[in-house]
Every structure is written in C-alpha cells, then in structure tokens.
C-alpha cells in the first residue's frame, strides 16, 4: 500500500423528531500517511475544525483483534474498539471532558494491495448516560476516496444547562428555574 492515503469521513446522524426521521450529514476529506510498524498498521491525519484553526492530530492503529483511534490537540482521546468487549476513556474537548463508555459488537477488516477498510459497530455512553449505536466504517486507498460512515440510531437529546459567563447569582438561579420548567413541559 502506498504511504500517501486519501481518507473520506463522512458522518450520518438519524433523528427522529414528531415521528419523522432526519439526516444530518457531514462529510470531510484529508490527507494522511500510512504505514506499518510491528504488524499494526497505522493511519495518519489531521483534523482541522469547523469555523476554527484548531486541529487535532488523528491516528488509527489497527491490530488483529482491535482498531485504536487516537486524537491528540484541541480534543483528546484514546478510544478502543475490541469485539465483544466495551472499553472506557475520556474524550476532552475545549468544553470539558466526556467519560465515554465504548461496547463493540463488530469489526470487519478487509485488506487488498491498495486498501484497507474497516467497519465497527459499536454503541457509546456518555458519562453513564447509555447514548445511541454507531457504526463506523473507513477505507484508505489512495486512488479512491475513502469512506467513514457513523449512523446514530436511538439517541436521545441529552438537556444541558450552561451557567457560564453569567454574572450573578441571581441571574444563575433564575436560569436554572427557566431551565427546569421547560424540561418539565417536555415530558
């Protein structure tokens, strides 16, 4: 395979709000290294994030039984996808940190001379709060765009409440107040 990948990450989040389903779809293209060290092979790129200079450096290592992703600059993470195990890490992002719970169901890997494509199924807790299931699946071929998918089904919107930046402690009250009313009109 050549060193010099092309890699495609397209994201699909489903929504299902008053009975009717919705697509959210991002889709970004870089540039990234590949190469093999000690039998894992490794993949290699920058993240640049919207509306911003910041980035974060990227690196997937995939071994025989486990594909690791590593971010390391403005978010910050090692995540790990075993089969049939779930795994637990911190993903910190210039807003605080989430403690993510990761359950793999699958991992399929097919390799050809020039490519590489993985898929994982897993779901995903945030903060012990059980999140949707996802499905990621990449190619890294050169000559052709590569392809990462992630499909959120079952998810549910997760309230937040953000007192930041409020001056007094009249005004944080009264946002709390606000916030608990309306979220119990929603239910």
């Known amino acids: 395979m050549k060193e010099k990948v092309f890699i495609k990450v397209k994201g699909l989040q489903l929504m299902n709000e008053d009975n009717e389903e919705e697509e959210d779809i991002i889709e970004v293209i870089n540039v990234g290294r590949y190469k093999v060290v000690n039998g894992s092979e490794y993949v290699k790129y920058d993240e640049v994030y919207e509306d911003t200079e910041s980035k974060s450096t990227n690196t997937i290592k995939i071994s025989d039984k486990c594909v690791e992703i590593t971010k390391k600059g403005v978010v910050t993470a090692h995540m790990s996808f075993v089969k049939g195990e779930k795994t637990m ?10 403690y993510l719970g990761i359950f793999t169901r699958d991992i399929q890997l097919e390799r050809d001379e020039d490519n590489i494509k993985v898929s994982i199924d897993y779901s995903i807790d945030m903060n012990y709060e059980k999140g949707g299931n996802l499905y990621l699946s990449f190619d890294s071929n050169y000559d052709e765009v590569q392809n990462v998918q992630v499909r959120v089904s079952g998810g549910t919107e997760i309230p937040h409440l953000n007192v930041n930046n409020l001056i007094d402690e009249a005004a944080n009250e009264q946002k709390v107040k606000e916030f608990i009313c309306n979220a119990r009109k929603v239910k």
């Open 89 to 98: 890490t911190f993903y910190d992002t210039p807003y605080g940190s989430i």
